[in-house]
């Protein structure tokens, strides 16, 4: 088989994947689910905009000020397009990480307004509902608010599956003020039940805050139709720019919400007594934002859109499924779904014997990358009694060529360290 055969995009759209790697090896790159590779277009489109167009946004009257500023928000209405939301409901930060962090924070600063917003305010007898299966960053940001407002911190468990129980929903109740939960495990790979968590969420009265990193780039997502108080992804996992993320919110939420960051272009009037503040988005959007990765952020959604979410979906479901059966050895051990049903294209796994960050080195010297460790997740690898592994994921560069690749090479790991 050619190793570009059955491809979905060209591969030589990611000029990365055509550089050597560890000597004469081909890159095969299994690690979209840390970060994924840039195709040229993105980066033409970064280049254009430093080399033709750098200009302050929203700060000017010349020409590359006025033409970085229609860049700008004309990225914005793309990447709102692309996950079923309003061009006002998208607010630019550096990544999901910041989104998270600047939505905790500012709903803390609810309780300190002329007049708080009840509905964002936290105290003693509140509680906040995460699961096992997240993400530091949407875990830690709600254990500091719980910490800082004297609310409850309780969580969804898990399945010994990886798939979050639904028999703990009822963790859910009238105290819950806020349900924040992941997409996509970007450990266990499983597709969490969206429905019935924010029909729970939102039958107590809580908002329910979706962590969409490990989906926007991967399945069509419409975040209205999800019906999602707020939401997150970042730019890097999406084949754009580092430094670059969404916060989703509903329009009337964001309106209701106070600022977290203050200072330039998100106000509506300064004194030296008192501020006004500007209208969302740009009321949570202070100082100099990252023009240069937003405007590829836009030029990524362009180019997923022009693949097709469909196709994408379709394809990275084939290989996935390949993906879990290559790794499916005797003496290796999958943490998460055994099957395809609701899962996503992130494998991980514990070779017996083996450390991970050794199994990783091995994957390595042949040429394929994939990432190793706890992936940002301890509570999830606790639940599964194991303190890191090895994980593969899928980018939509990805062959059937890489899957077979990874799987001839993983079953060798075991002899080449004497465990087998």
Request: one cysteine or more; glycine letters at 10%.
């Amino acid at each position: 088989m050619l190793e570009h055969e059955n491809a979905l995009v060209p591969v030589s759209d990611f000029p990365i994947l055509g550089v050597p790697i560890r000597g004469d090896n081909r890159l095969i790159y299994l690690d979209s689910g840390a970060t994924s590779q840039m195709p040229s277009a993105v980066m033409r489109a970064v280049d254009e905009q430093v080399t033709r167009h750098n200009g302050a946004v929203k700060r000017g009257s010349h020409q590359l000020a006025e033409e970085s500023t229609v860049a700008f928000e004309e990225a914005r209405a793309k990447v709102a397009r692309f996950v079923g939301a309003d061009q006002n409901e998208i607010v630019w930060t550096s990544g999901s990480t910041d989104s998270l962090n600047l939505l905790a924070y500012a709903m803390g600063n609810a309780s300190m307004g002329r007049v708080p917003v009840r509905r964002f305010v936290l105290g003693p007898g509140d509680s906040v509902v995460v699961t096992e299966a997240e993400h530091h960053a949407n875990l830690v940001p709600w254990q500091e608010m719980c910490a800082r407002t004297g609310a409850q911190l309780r969580w969804l468990g898990l399945t010994d599956e990886g798939r979050i129980d639904l028999g703990t929903l009822d963790r859910i109740d009238a105290s819950t003020k806020v349900v924040a939960f992941t997409h996509i495990s970007n450990v266990t790979g499983a597709v969490s039940p969206v429905e019935a968590i924010v029909s729970r969420a939102h039958s107590v009265g809580a908002l329910a805050v979706l962590d969409a990193c490990q989906s926007a780039p991967h399945i069509l997502l419409d975040l209205h139709a999800l019906d999602v108080d707020f939401a997150v992804f970042s730019g890097h996992k999406m084949y754009a720019p580092t430094g670059v993320g969404v916060l989703y919110g509903r329009a009337e939420l964001l309106r209701a919400l106070p600022p977290f960051r203050t200072g330039g272009s998100m106000i509506a009037e300064v004194t030296m007594e008192k501020t006004t503040y500007a209208e969302p988005p740009e009321r949570f959007e202070a100082g100099t934002q990252p023009v240069q990765q937003i405007i590829g952020l836009g030029a990524a959604v362009d180019y997923l859109s022009g693949v097709g979410m469909d196709k994408v979906a379709h394809h990275e479901a084939e290989l996935g499924e390949a993906l879990l059966e290559a790794a499916s050895l005797p003496g290796v051990r999958i943490i998460g779904p055994r099957t395809w049903q609701d899962r996503s294209g992130i494998v991980s796994f514990v070779v017996d014997g083996v450390h991970p960050h050794d199994v990783g080195q091995f994957l390595d010297a042949r040429g394929i990358a994939v990432r190793t460790g706890h992936h940002c997740a301890q509570p999830v690898h606790a639940r599964f009694g194991v303190n890191a592994t090895t994980r593969a994921s899928l980018g939509i560069y990805n062959t059937e060529a890489d899957v077979q690749a990874f799987g001839a090479a993983l079953a060798e790991v075991r002899g080449f360290f004497g465990v087998a």
